[in-house]
């Protein structure tokens, strides 16, 4: 009885049906006419779809291998606009604005946006992609192994003219979406090798049985509400003046660079702004504000999928979510990087000055615009877009954000959370590759996105003392090439000339991409330190992965190409940029980190250090703080990295200091311990390092970064140095009264033996050692 039931359609010809195996550019599998005039769901069955069955009309169910080959151009809208304000709308204002900076009614809008929504009307788009020829890219053996699946062949399938974007005259349009698709976009990866997923069996089933699987299209979307519009009005405000924004981006890219969000790509975003929307944030009249958000939340809102194909181009790309297409997603990174600037300069930089006019508030500006960004966050979180600009945004707002708070405060914590948990989302963790939707330029963006989320992770995690939330067991990292810029934007690469056999440029130079692919290495080794530090393994098995762990570091260090090694005893000498010295010293620090973390563990956990007498804590501590130090003489030459420069010295020169402090004031007390002569400290070397240090540390601002961490660390080094330098013997100045309750009471006991760091290992643990670098990030 059962069995009549079960669909007709179905029941009698099931054998002879087939799926379409045709799909169309989206990566959508095509419709027969009738469903997709009619704009209903097939279910791509062949000869006859099901729809068309039960209609008796299977003489109709074709399907067309080119159905929307016919272009029509679609007029631009006049301009109109309207001076009524809202309060909401005002209210939001003075999140970003002082008085002088408030919105003046000026020249209107020279876009109907209210005409345009109603209607679905989207206007052209100048194009940006220049048509070139092809040829297969000839590709090393070695790279193809390391790489996995590429495809050599990037081409275009319409042939444009090569233009500039304001010279160009040629539009390319975008086809709008009907209302009733408009939706929160999902990145569509393949989620396969999941198969422990409760829809597993349906989904490897449903096809054969003629049932079409849900789609993320089928998903209804809110309305966007009109609270929503004026909040997005509000951060409009911010971009009144765009040639200063420019003007900012460009000083980030003159020093500091990218790696996931890159200057070529910011180029296009902001020109298509500027080109499109200049008028509207000139006059910031606020019901023409109000229209301009109304429109990017309608772009917002449709999925970026249908751009991304196999031969789409990084320019095609660009233009598509700029300009009459600008989305939410781009704002929040050209107000990311504004914030990213200010946070990084020092007061007093030209950037911020001019002779007309009082210096900029770089502190307020930076805070305004991570607040910004912030918003173009939840925007997209409200509506559930997801998507590679909005992991890009989230990647770039979550360095903006930590940066500003304590390193390992709960807010940065949750913030880092959210992060892995959208790649983890967005199946980032599996294997990247080129595919039908996935282009060349987005899966290294990918690889280079996650590998450095996933090094961050470590960091965090290192420094809190906690599991991370990104673990080598789940996760598949592919280490990107190592790509400039212009090779990247590149509609046609020539990887074998681009990279060597093992993906490195050949340049001989240091960019961010090469401090990505290092990345995955230091991160997989820092994370078998945290098993071992936060496990709970046998004390033989603790000695036997040290060992491992110190020999596995050590060969990463000798394998690396001599142009990512610096020069420790004359490292100024090489023409590098500062960017690439900063690199340089942050590979070095990344190298003996390890030997530093792996020392601790073993202290604590094994009672003893290195079974290797040459690498000992004291040793490693004295090569980490030479290099503090060196730094620290030549800080000019890091004046545009404040953020990094201070994140090295409370990350690496406070705790290095701290231990050759104490073990100075040990030997001084005690010239006959085992670590005076297994590793006697030169006295005045240390004590004039320390009190360089010292000052050094005293120089950092209190709306700093950091401060705390320097403040806190520079009162323990001056006590110590008051009490080896101050008048009488060092043995009478050991044990004073109650000194600020940071008394050590084995500071006569060497550090290295068994339950001699006492309570200032307990200090070193409570030490807050203020946020992540930069360069780990962006």
Same mark, same amino acid.
């Given at each position: 009885?059962?069995?009549?039931?079960?669909?007709?359609?179905?029941?009698?010809? $099931?054998?002879?049906?087939?799926?379409?195996?045709?799909?169309?550019?989206?990566?959508?599998?095509? *419709?027969?006419?009738?469903?997709?005039?009619?704009?209903?769901?097939?279910?791509?069955? &062949?000869?006859?779809?099901?729809?068309?069955?039960?209609?008796?009309?299977?003489?109709?169910?074709?399907?067309? +291998?080119?159905?929307?080959?016919?272009?029509?151009?679609?007029?631009?809208?006049?301009?109109?606009?309207?001076? #009524?304000?809202?309060?909401?709308?005002?209210?939001?204002?003075?999140?970003?604005?002082?008085?002088?900076?408030?919105?003046?009614?000026?020249?209107?809008?020279?876009?109907?946006?209210?005409?345009?929504?109603?209607?679905?009307?989207?206007?052209?788009?100048?194009?940006?992609?220049?048509?070139?020829?092809?040829? !297969?890219?000839?590709?090393?053996?070695?790279?193809?192994? #390391?790489?996995?699946?590429?495809?050599?062949?990037?081409?275009?399938?319409?042939?444009?003219?090569? =233009?500039?974007?304001?010279?160009?005259?040629?539009?390319?349009?975008?086809?709008?979406?009907?209302?009733?698709?408009?939706?929160?976009?999902?990145?569509?990866?393949?989620?396969?090798?999941?198969?422990?997923?409760?829809?597993?069996?349906?989904?490897?089933?449903?096809?054969?049985?003629?049932?079409?699987?849900?789609?993320?299209?089928?998903?209804?979307?809110?309305?966007?509400?009109?609270?929503?519009?004026?909040?997005?009005?509000?951060?409009?405000?911010?971009?009144?003046?765009?040639?200063?924004?420019?003007?900012?981006?460009?000083?980030?890219?003159?020093?500091?660079?990218?790696?996931?969000?890159?200057?070529?790509?910011?180029?296009?975003?902001?020109?298509?702004?500027?080109?499109?929307?200049?008028?509207?944030?000139?006059?910031?009249?606020? *019901?023409?504000?109000? @229209?301009?958000?109304?429109?990017?939340?309608?772009?917002?809102?449709?999925?970026?999928?249908?751009?991304?194909?196999?031969?789409?181009?990084?320019?095609?790309?660009?233009?598509?979510?700029?300009?009459?297409?600008?989305?939410?997603?781009?704002?929040?990174?050209?107000?990311?990087?504004?914030? &990213?600037?200010? =946070?990084?300069?020092?007061?007093?930089?030209?950037?911020?000055?001019?002779?007309?006019?009082?210096?900029?508030?770089?502190?307020?500006?930076?805070?305004?615009?991570?607040?910004? !960004?912030?918003?173009?966050?939840?925007?997209?979180?409200?509506?559930?877009?997801?998507?590679?600009?909005?992991?890009?945004?989230?990647?770039?707002? !979550?360095?903006?954000?930590?940066?500003?708070?304590?390193?390992?405060?709960?807010?940065?914590?949750?913030?880092?959370?959210?992060?892995?948990?959208?790649?983890?989302?967005?199946?980032?963790?599996?294997?990247?590759?080129?595919?039908?939707?996935?282009?060349?330029?987005?899966?290294?963006?990918?690889?280079?996105?996650?590998?450095?989320?996933?090094?961050?992770?470590?960091?965090?995690?290192?420094?809190?003392?906690?599991?991370?939330?990104?673990?080598? $067991?789940?996760?598949?990292?592919?280490?990107?090439?190592?790509?400039?810029?212009?090779?990247?934007?590149?509609?046609?690469?020539?990887?074998?000339?681009?990279?060597?056999?093992?993906?490195?440029?050949?340049?001989?130079?240091?960019?961010?991409?090469?401090?990505?692919?290092?990345?995955?290495?230091?991160?997989?080794?820092?994370?078998?330190? @945290?098993?071992?530090?936060?496990?709970?393994?046998?004390?033989?098995? /603790?000695?036997?992965?040290?060992?491992?762990?110190?020999?596995?570091?050590?060969?990463?260090?000798?394998?690396? +190409? %001599?142009?990512?090694? /610096?020069?420790? %005893?004359?490292?100024?000498?090489?023409?590098?940029?500062?960017?690439?010295?900063?690199?340089?010293?942050?590979?070095?620090?990344?190298?003996?980190?390890?030997?530093?973390?792996?020392?601790?563990?073993?202290?604590?956990?094994?009672?003893?250090?290195?079974?290797?007498?040459?690498?000992?804590?004291?040793?490693?501590?004295?090569?980490?703080?030479?290099?503090?130090?060196?730094?620290?003489?030549?800080?000019?030459?890091?004046?545009?990295?404040?953020?990094?420069?201070?994140?090295?010295?409370?990350?690496?020169?406070?705790?290095?200091?701290?231990?050759?402090?104490?073990?100075?004031?040990?030997?001084?007390?005690?010239?006959?311990?085992?670590?005076?002569?297994?590793?006697?400290?030169?006295?005045?070397?240390?004590?004039?390092?320390?009190?360089?240090?010292?000052?050094?540390?005293?120089?950092?601002?209190?709306?700093?970064?950091?401060?705390?961490?320097?403040?806190?660390?520079?009162?323990?080094?001056?006590?110590?140095?008051?009490?080896?330098?101050?008048?009488?013997?060092?043995?009478?100045?050991?044990?004073?009264?109650?000194?600020?309750?940071?008394?050590?009471?084995?500071?006569? *006991?060497?550090?290295?033996?068994?339950?001699?760091?006492?309570?200032?290992?307990?200090?070193?643990?409570?030490?807050?050692? %203020? #946020?992540?670098?930069?360069?780990?990030?962006?």
């Amino acid at each position: 009885m059962t069995g009549n039931l079960f669909p007709a359609r179905l029941r009698v010809s $099931h054998q002879e049906k087939r799926r379409n195996p045709s799909f169309r550019r989206n990566g959508k599998l095509q *419709a027969c006419e009738p469903c997709r005039k009619g704009k209903l769901r097939c279910d791509h069955m &062949l000869p006859t779809c099901g729809r068309c069955a039960r209609r008796n009309k299977p003489e109709q169910c074709v399907y067309h +291998p080119a159905p929307l080959t016919k272009r029509t151009t679609i007029p631009t809208p006049q301009c109109t606009s309207s001076d #009524q304000s809202s309060p909401e709308l005002n209210s939001f204002s003075t999140l970003f604005h002082t008085g002088s900076e408030r919105s003046s009614n000026r020249t209107p809008s020279d876009f109907e946006l209210d005409s345009a929504r109603r209607n679905g009307v989207f206007g052209s788009l100048p194009a940006l992609v220049q048509s070139v020829e092809c040829n !297969s890219v000839s590709i090393p053996r070695a790279v193809l192994n #390391q790489y996995d699946e590429f495809v050599p062949r990037f081409s275009r399938a319409s042939s444009l003219p090569a =233009q500039s974007w304001s010279q160009s005259q040629q539009s390319t349009e975008r086809r709008p979406l009907p209302d009733d698709q408009i939706r929160a976009d999902a990145l569509d990866f393949d989620s396969r090798s999941a198969f422990i997923n409760h829809n597993a069996i349906l989904a490897e089933n449903e096809l054969s049985i003629g049932i079409q699987p849900p789609s993320a299209d089928s998903t209804p979307m809110s309305k966007v509400s009109q609270s929503h519009i004026d909040s997005g009005a509000a951060v409009l405000t911010l971009l009144k003046d765009l040639p200063t924004i420019q003007k900012y981006i460009d000083k980030w890219f003159s020093f500091a660079g990218g790696v996931v969000v890159i200057e070529p790509m910011v180029k296009i975003y902001t020109s298509g702004l500027w080109s499109t929307w200049q008028k509207t944030l000139e006059s910031q009249r606020p *019901a023409d504000l109000r @229209l301009m958000s109304e429109k990017i939340w309608e772009n917002t809102l449709r999925p970026v999928s249908p751009l991304l194909h196999r031969h789409t181009t990084p320019r095609e790309f660009c233009a598509n979510v700029t300009g009459r297409f600008l989305r939410w997603e781009v704002v929040g990174i050209l107000v990311t990087l504004v914030s &990213l600037v200010a =946070q990084s300069l020092k007061d007093g930089d030209p950037v911020f000055c001019s002779h007309d006019e009082p210096p900029v508030d770089r502190a307020a500006l930076a805070r305004r615009m991570c607040n910004a !960004s912030e918003m173009c966050v939840n925007f997209c979180d409200d509506f559930g877009v997801l998507n590679d600009l909005y992991l890009w945004l989230l990647y770039e707002n !979550s360095v903006a954000y930590c940066s500003m708070r304590t390193r390992g405060s709960y807010e940065n914590a949750r913030k880092l959370s959210g992060l892995a948990t959208a790649l983890l989302c967005c199946n980032l963790h599996q294997e990247i590759k080129v595919d039908d939707h996935t282009p060349f330029f987005i899966a290294e963006f990918r690889k280079r996105l996650f590998i450095c989320a996933y090094e961050n992770d470590k960091h965090f995690a290192t420094f809190a003392g906690r599991p991370p939330k990104l673990t080598r $067991h789940y996760c598949r990292l592919q280490i990107p090439l190592d790509l400039t810029d212009a090779q990247t934007m590149a509609e046609g690469l020539d990887l074998e000339n681009a990279v060597d056999g093992e993906g490195w440029n050949q340049r001989g130079t240091v960019q961010r991409c090469t401090f990505a692919r290092l990345s995955a290495t230091n991160a997989l080794i820092t994370e078998e330190i @945290l098993e071992v530090s936060l496990g709970y393994s046998p004390r033989d098995e /603790i000695i036997h992965r040290a060992a491992e762990i110190e020999t596995k570091t050590n060969k990463c260090w000798e394998e690396l +190409p %001599d142009f990512l090694r /610096i020069d420790i %005893d004359n490292p100024w000498s090489m023409n590098r940029s500062p960017l690439e010295l900063l690199f340089l010293v942050q590979i070095r620090l990344g190298h003996l980190d390890h030997h530093f973390l792996l020392q601790r563990t073993l202290i604590k956990k094994v009672g003893s250090g290195s079974a290797n007498p040459n690498i000992t804590l004291l040793s490693v501590c004295s090569e980490i703080f030479k290099l503090v130090v060196l730094m620290v003489d030549n800080k000019d030459h890091f004046r545009d990295f404040q953020v990094d420069f201070v994140s090295i010295l409370a990350t690496h020169g406070i705790p290095t200091a701290a231990v050759l402090a104490v073990e100075l004031l040990h030997q001084e007390q005690n010239p006959s311990s085992a670590s005076a002569i297994g590793y006697p400290l030169h006295r005045s070397d240390t004590i004039q390092s320390l009190a360089v240090f010292v000052s050094c540390l005293g120089t950092i601002r209190t709306e700093a970064n950091g401060f705390h961490s320097c403040d806190r660390g520079r009162k323990f080094l001056k006590r110590i140095l008051d009490m080896i330098l101050g008048p009488g013997p060092a043995a009478s100045r050991s044990s004073p009264p109650n000194v600020e309750g940071m008394i050590d009471p084995t500071l006569g *006991a060497p550090l290295l033996q068994a339950g001699s760091d006492g309570d200032f290992v307990r200090w070193l643990e409570s030490m807050e050692w %203020d #946020q992540d670098s930069l360069v780990n990030f962006n």
